[in-house]
């Protein structure tokens, strides 16, 4: 019913049903329904209809005049929002895990910021997953599909886990060689990967091995040092290890060999518009990870 107020509102500020329908863009019969449906509803006249005047019933003038500024205040409010929803400047929060944020990622959020300087980007970082509706965040970055189905999603990539060590632990215990050989190993596990689900990449065969933990940790940060220290072999993922290869403090074993994929997705509440600019990080994240994550997950990193 409100649309059909809004509509009648137009028309007495028109003067006619034609006028308003012009300006409306709408077809002249759906005017002249839509306010036969008005006053049905109402069970009286709104509006005295001839081809050469153009005048309100008393009634008509009741409920103009009890309407006419909730009308215009509804445009003027739809007008802001719609503006605030396609223009890409002024506040962005966003919601991101810390490691991979401060890792990999650091130079995407750069990025952004450099490219977007309108846009004042509020990023919100946390290892445990901050509630979207809560925070009032806009978009979130998470790992990992999402069970809440109050939420949409969308993927963005796709990082690889991969098997580590350092060289002064290979040069003590030596090099593996099949996966077997991991049962003769010490084994820094992390609650991330609980079961060690491998693939290989070559044969496609699989091999799900439950590790014999001489340390557990909660945090991948943390698991990569000691393992960087020389305390045992590791399954982490590459964004977290690949710094650390390249400086040679760790490198891969049983290259062929992979964890399962950690996959990373955009974020957002059903139920609300996502902005202009939420919409702007979602394709820029898009476009980001699957240049750099690809290069990292085709292993031109070892």
Not at 255 to 283: F, I, M, N, Q
Request: charged share 20%; proline share 4%.
């Amino acid at each position: 019913m409100l649309d059909d107020i809004i509509l009648f509102v137009h028309i007495v500020q028109s003067r006619g049903l034609a006028a308003a329908a012009k300006q409306l863009t709408l077809p002249a019969a759906t005017v002249t329904r839509r306010l036969q449906k008005l006053e049905s509803s109402l069970g009286c006249k709104l509006i005295h209809r001839s081809a050469r005047q153009f005048t309100l019933t008393a009634e008509g003038q009741v409920y103009y005049s009890s309407y006419v500024s909730l009308v215009e205040q509804f445009e003027v409010t739809q007008r802001k929002l719609s503006a605030e929803v396609q223009d890409l400047s002024g506040k962005l929060k966003v919601l991101a895990p810390t490691n991979i944020s401060l890792g990999t990622l650091q130079p995407m959020w750069s990025a952004f910021i450099k490219q977007y300087p309108d846009i004042q980007l509020e990023l919100s970082l946390n290892n445990g997953v901050e509630d979207l509706f809560a925070s009032q965040a806009d978009i979130a970055l998470r790992i990992g599909p999402q069970k809440d189905s109050s939420l949409y999603q969308k993927r963005l990539g796709a990082s690889q886990t991969v098997l580590v060590a350092s060289p002064c632990y290979i040069e003590k215990m030596g090099m593996p060689t099949t996966l077997n050989d991991l049962s003769q190993h010490k084994i820094i596990g992390t609650k991330l990967i609980p079961i060690w689900a491998l693939i290989n990449r070559q044969s496609k065969q699989k091999s799900n091995f439950h590790p014999r933990v001489v340390t557990m940790a909660n945090d991948v940060t943390f698991v990569a040092q000691l393992t960087c220290d020389g305390i045992g072999v590791a399954l982490l993922p590459i964004t977290e290890v690949n710094a650390y290869i390249k400086e040679g403090k760790l490198v891969r074993i049983l290259a062929d060999w992979s964890g399962p994929d950690r996959d990373l997705y955009a974020v957002w509440p059903t139920g609300r518009l996502l902005s202009a600019k939420a919409k702007c990080l979602r394709e820029f994240m898009l476009t980001y990870l699957q240049q750099n994550l690809n290069w990292l997950y085709e292993g031109k990193n070892s």
